[in-house]
């Protein structure tokens, strides 16, 4: 249940009630959703009430400006601001096809424009004291540090996204041949995988995934503590940990490991088109500045 207004005190509150209801009929929001609609209509329409306005009808055609200066002045971060915006321009749609007002004050109002960070790049030196962490943690890492040092391992040694990281299971290692496969059904990759990873992962699979299991049919790769498959979020986390723990200061994200990987082959002149197939990627565009020559990774 979203924290609006369960009843019409008035009319502002009315039309924010019947915004909602309006919306929960859609029913693809989420009630997390449903409540940033009604907290960032909320205090658009405590704004108006600050303005002296008590009817939607009564705002001049400059209020959303007006509303979005007071925004920024009061140190709003833009993407807050932005989706603030978002949320009052489907307000108007709303009341527009309602025919509760005849003109949107939100129309041809420009977002602030954020500032994209440009992704982090992790050395190969920064890169062996994350994946070290796990060891360094002594033996208090237990079976969870086991599980840990193989699976950065893994992602930086075959380049595999996050998704398809959680994805995996036991049968997608072929431990005989030293072969990963992953991706989506019909756009399957076979990677090689060296014999020191393919050690990391014996003792994983030996050592650790048993003793961590619930469920004896579960078919997961990587596990967690309840025995479950590893979430995105959980892989994340682990990530930071042992960023935090190495003194890595860099923003850290699980794809620095697959980037890392792109550009230290590239790095030692490995052919552009071998890489891209490896990550399943059709574009190394973004990876030029970290190259030499600048032109490789085109």
Not at 16 to 42: M, P
Not at 85 to 99: G, I, K, Q
Not at 114 to 122: A, F, H, M, S
Request: aromatic share 8%; proline share 5%.
């Amino acid at each position: 249940m979203t924290n609006c207004p369960e009843n019409g005190g008035d009319t502002m509150k009315e039309l924010l009630l019947d915004f909602i209801v309006y919306l929960r009929g859609k029913k693809t929001l989420s009630e997390n959703t449903l409540e940033s609609y009604c907290r960032d209509v909320q205090q658009y329409i405590d704004f108006l009430g600050a303005q002296g306005i008590i009817n939607v009808k009564q705002a001049p055609y400059d209020i959303f400006t007006t509303y979005i200066k007071e925004q920024q002045s009061a140190g709003r971060a833009p993407t807050t601001i932005n989706r603030s915006m978002a949320s009052v321009r489907v307000f108007y749609r709303y009341l527009m096809m309602e025919a509760i007002v005849s003109v949107n004050p939100t129309i041809g109002i420009e977002s602030p424009k954020i500032d994209r960070k440009r992704p982090g790049y992790l050395t190969q030196e920064e890169v062996r004291t994350l994946l070290d962490q796990p060891v360094k943690s002594g033996p208090k890492s237990g079976l969870k540090g086991v599980r840990d040092k193989g699976m950065m391992e893994l992602v930086y040694a075959s380049g595999i996204r996050v998704h398809e990281l959680i994805a995996l299971n036991v049968a997608d290692l072929d431990m005989k041949n030293c072969i990963l496969r992953c991706g989506e059904p019909g756009s399957d990759r076979f990677i090689p995988l060296d014999p020191q990873r393919m050690k990391l992962m014996a003792s994983y699979l030996e050592e650790a995934r048993p003793y961590m299991m619930r469920d004896r049919n579960e078919r997961a790769l990587f596990i967690n503590t309840n025995g479950g498959r590893l979430s995105r979020q959980g892989f994340w986390k682990i990530i930071k940990q042992y960023a935090q723990q190495a003194g890595i200061e860099k923003e850290i994200t699980p794809h620095m490991l697959r980037q890392a990987l792109a550009v230290h082959l590239l790095q030692t002149g490995r052919n552009p088109d071998e890489v891209k197939a490896l990550l399943g990627r059709a574009d190394l565009t973004s990876l030029i500045e970290f190259i030499p020559g600048g032109k490789a990774a085109k």
